[in-house]
T-cell receptor, first 114, second 112 residues
Framework: DTAVSQTPKYLVTQMGNDKSIKCEQNLGHDTMYWYKQDSKKFLKIMFSYNNKELIINETVPNRFSPKSPDKAHLNLHINSLELGDSAVYFC?????????????FGEGSWLTVV | SQQGEEDPQALSIQEGENATMNCSYKTSINNLQWYRQNSGRGLVHLILIRSNEREKHSGRLRVTLDTSKKSSSLLITASRAADTASYFCATATPGGSYIPTFGRGTSLIVHP
């Protein structure tokens, strides 16, 4: 069984559209994350969500919003997509938000904005 | 949160050679982790070294940590073509929420 799964894997959409990427983890973890990886492979934290506490990277535009219906899900919603949003988005989870715990990543969602 | 910076950005070697990549960070840490990313895939955890450890081994992997220099190295011995991937370090800082931060990784190519 896949520990962290995200859908869709590939998404091509036009500028100005609104899209969502879904993420689910079956590890029973309390903390989930969204990361963005650009074309130069730089992996940047976007959000951290733990026990209803949302920590936002201040550099993330407010067009991006995480939504967590329950502890096992953290979806990423993006409004008014721009060309610069094209990237690979990774969902990840860790146990209890305690330092030192292994992070488990999904396989990524390739977003292309045209 | 702080960011781990990997060096070099790219490394190309022949099968059988050793590969060494480095990670530098800026503030005190609880631990440092290394991850691997195959092309088109998510990151996979390789090894964790705690701040009170200086060296750790796992199979062909050897990780060192020098907290005085705020740096770590990952050595892959007897490399194989299957080791071709990007390698990232992530740091966890004391206190606060656990938000691991990464850099842009070291892209390793092992030629058969």
């Amino acid at each position: 069984d896949t520990a962290v799964s995200q859908t869709p894997k590939y998404l091509v959409t036009q500028m100005g559209n609104d899209k969502s990427i879904k993420c689910e983890q079956n590890l029973g973890h309390d903390t989930m994350y969204w990361y963005k990886q650009d074309s130069k492979k730089f992996l940047k934290i976007m959000f951290s969500y733990n026990n209803k506490e949302l920590i936002i990277n201040e550099t993330v535009p407010n067009r991006f919003s995480p939504k967590s219906p329950d502890k096992a899900h953290l979806n990423l919603h993006i409004n008014s997509l721009e060309l610069g949003d094209s990237a690979v988005y990774f969902c990840a989870s860790a146990d209890g938000g305690r330092t030192g715990n292994t992070i488990y990543f999904g396989e990524g969602s390739w977003l292309t904005v045209v | 949160s702080q960011q781990g910076e990997e060096d070099p950005q790219a490394l190309s070697i022949q099968e059988g050679e050793n590969a060494t990549m480095n990670c530098s960070y800026k503030t005190s840490i609880n631990n440092l982790q290394w991850y691997r990313q195959n092309s088109g895939r998510g990151l996979v955890h390789l090894i964790l070294i705690r701040s009170n450890e200086r060296e750790k081994h796992s199979g062909r992997l050897r990780v060192t940590l020098d907290t005085s220099k705020k740096s770590s190295s990952l050595l892959i011995t007897a490399s194989r073509a299957a080791d071709t991937a990007s390698y990232f370090c992530a740091t966890a800082t004391p206190g606060g929420s656990y938000i691991p931060t990464f850099g842009r990784g070291t892209s390793l190519i092992v030629h058969p």
